[in-house]
């Protein structure tokens, strides 16, 4: 399996996106981020979250460097908070990648 926290070290996003995610990060909650986000009721492992949060992050990014008129700032700082909240709950438990 692909280590999900390498993988969220490779991206580089603007740093006004950033920030603002890092400052929504205090409220993150992860199983009302989760199932906005996933769609789905139980949360899974906490590896497994972020590879699905990184796909779904990597298409918002091409939809806004490609100019879409479906981008969404908001929806996209939303899913950077979830990234951010799943990699602080992978480092702080390393046995959350397997659960």
């Known amino acids: 399996m692909t280590n999900p926290l390498s993988m969220l070290n490779q991206l580089h996003r603007p740093p006004l996106l950033i920030e603002a995610a890092r400052l929504g990060l205090p409220d993150y909650h992860r199983e009302m981020a989760l199932r ?12 497994a979250a972020l590879l699905a949060l990184i796909e779904i992050e990597a298409e918002i990014d091409r939809e806004r460097r490609c100019g879409g008129a479906g981008y ?3 929806r996209h700082v939303d899913v950077l908070i979830a990234m951010m909240g799943e990699a602080r709950l ?4 390393p046995l959350a990648a397997v659960g």
Do not use: N, Q
Not at 90 to 93: E, G, I, N, P
């Open 36 to 47: 906005r986000h996933l769609g789905i009721m139980r949360p899974p492992s906490v590896a």
């Open 72 to 74: 969404s700032p908001a």
């Open 90 to 93: 992978m480092r702080a438990t």
